[in-house]
């Protein structure tokens, strides 16, 4: 059934290219036909034009960028070591309990 979704979905997009004027709500349509879930894609949607308004780039090219920034500081590896730590020393505590 899912296969036959996505089937159906690259199916379309091939042939309804040429007519999508804007690429913009391609993202949260897409997020409607395959979670059913409205708000959701609201919400995508709302936060995707709140960061294109504020900082004039899409979302993803925004991420990458602040994190590109990051990456030479002390801060960012600091962060990533603490994070790395602090997830592993969860998986063991869960895996001694269990």
Known sequence: MKFKKIYFL???SVFLSGCVQSTALL???????TTGNIMQAGLQYGANTAIKNETGKDAIT??????????GSQKFEEKIKNITKNTIDEVKKKLFIN
């Open 10 to 12: 690259v199916l379309i």
């Open 27 to 33: 993202g949260p349509s897409v997020t409607i036909a």
């Open 62 to 71: 925004h991420l990458k960028d602040a994190v590109n920034e990051e990456q």
